[in-house]
């Protein structure tokens, strides 16, 4: 892929990013930099309010950490105001950007993002590419597909990261459309010496560690991990085993520590349950051995080309995009979503050990380029 692939473009993205805080801010960015590299022309329009609180279930919805050099970040759109929507609009409408990328992921964005897109193509020269990360969401409400339908009509085309997720497009519009899979997140650092990242967090260097990273939503499995490190427990062969949960809760956490309390597995956890901060993330990585995803549900998961970058095999769940990205038993093992296959897997990952998966790891991993993303999102936009 030639570094010019996007022509020397001008290219507005819209989503989340810095002071935002989370997977999609950082993707966006990292998208931003990829298009800064092949001599295009980059700005960000972010969310001066993304959120109403009562839909944000986590403590804040705000980076601590320093804006991000050399992007082009503007904050500047309320989801909830009609009147900003249709100045972004106008100021969209009039920056004439060959290519506006557009972020899909919760439909009550789809009256926001609906009426500022349908502005900008009275400009008649903008193409629109949809990156849709769910178009059928995990956590439902009334009225979703009406507001769904509203931001899809001025899409030029779309694309997503998994079958699932182009399986329920489909269900919607016959637009074109093509799967990539999500990039590396290779804007953390680069690897920690596991010994040096363990003693960072404070872990004995003697322990095993399975990580379970992200925010914690009832659809990511969690209390069947904590079912799981049960039976694990039970085996006096496992002891040295212990699950690093790091993430915030985007949940009920009570029910989480009151599941803990009753299983009697405190001593095989470790609890991070505090936001993790862009600058740790790759201590968390470095210092598991496995990183565990036992969804429920799912579609695709940013989790798995971070463990990709930080060259962690992985177990994963059967359900949606996820065992597409983790070929059994040679990036990692699939589970069904169930605590006794899940205990049985992480055995068994123990028992194969870490160099057992890294050739096929290694090799897999090629697949996931931001040039293959920016030289899609071109193609779409021609």
Same mark, same amino acid.
């Given at each position: 892929?030639?570094?010019? +692939? +996007?022509?020397?473009?001008?290219?507005?993205?819209?989503?989340? !990013?810095?002071? @935002?805080?989370?997977?999609? !801010?950082?993707?966006?960015?990292?998208? !931003?930099?990829?298009? @800064?590299?092949?001599?295009?022309?980059?700005?960000?329009?972010?969310?001066?309010?993304?959120?109403p609180n009562f839909l944000f279930p986590g403590t804040t919805q705000y980076s601590t950490e320093p804006a991000p050099k050399h992007l082009s970040i503007k904050v500047c759109i309320n989801s909830i105001n009609p009147f900003n929507w249709l100045k972004v609009g106008l100021q969209l409408k009039k920056e004439k950007a060959d290519i506006i990328v557009v972020r899909y992921w919760l439909p009550f964005m789809g009256a926001c993002l609906g009426t500022i897109l349908r502005i900008v193509k009275l400009n008649k020269h903008t193409k629109i590419v949809c990156i849709a990360d769910n178009i059928i969401p995990h956590e439902k409400r009334l009225g979703d597909n009406l507001l769904t339908k509203y931001f899809i009509k001025p899409i030029d085309a779309f694309i997503t990261m998994s079958k699932k997720v182009m399986d329920d497009l489909n269900t919607f519009t016959h637009k074109p459309a093509t799967q990539v899979v999500h990039p590396l997140y290779d804007n953390f650092g680069d690897i920690v010496a596991k010994e040096i990242a363990k003693q960072h967090l404070q872990i004995p260097a003697n322990t095993s560690i399975i990580l379970f990273f992200g925010f914690i939503r009832a659809y990511k499995g969690l209390d069947i991990l904590l079912d799981a490190m049960k039976i694990l427990s039970n085996n006096a062969t496992n002891a040295h085993i212990k699950l690093l949960i790091a993430g915030e809760f985007y949940d009920n956490a009570e029910k989480y520590l009151t599941q803990i309390k009753q299983l009697g597995i405190a001593e095989q956890l470790i609890l991070k349950t505090d936001f993790i901060p862009d600058s740790e993330v790759r201590y968390y990585l470095s210092a598991a051995d496995f990183v565990i995803q036992p969804y429920k549900n799912a579609t695709q998961s940013g989790v798995t080309p971070l463990a990709y970058h930080f060259n962690k095999p992985m177990l994963v769940t059967n359900v949606g995009g996820l065992p597409d990205l983790v070929p059994d038993k040679k990036v990692g093992l699939v589970a069904v979503p169930t605590a006794q296959d899940i205990a049985a897997k992480i055995e068994t990952l123990y028992q @194969?050990?870490?160099?057992?998966?890294m050739p096929h790891l290694l090799a897999e991993k090629n697949k996931y380029s931001w040039q293959q993303l920016t030289a899609t999102i071109t193609t779409l936009s021609n």
């Open positions: 892929m030639s570094a010019n +692939s +996007s022509n020397h473009k001008k290219v507005i993205i819209i989503g989340p !990013a810095h002071p @935002l805080r989370g997977g999609l !801010a950082s993707f966006n960015e990292r998208l !931003a930099n990829q298009f @800064l590299q092949e001599n295009c022309t980059t700005t960000i329009y972010t969310f001066s309010l993304q959120y @194969l050990g870490e160099d057992y998966f």
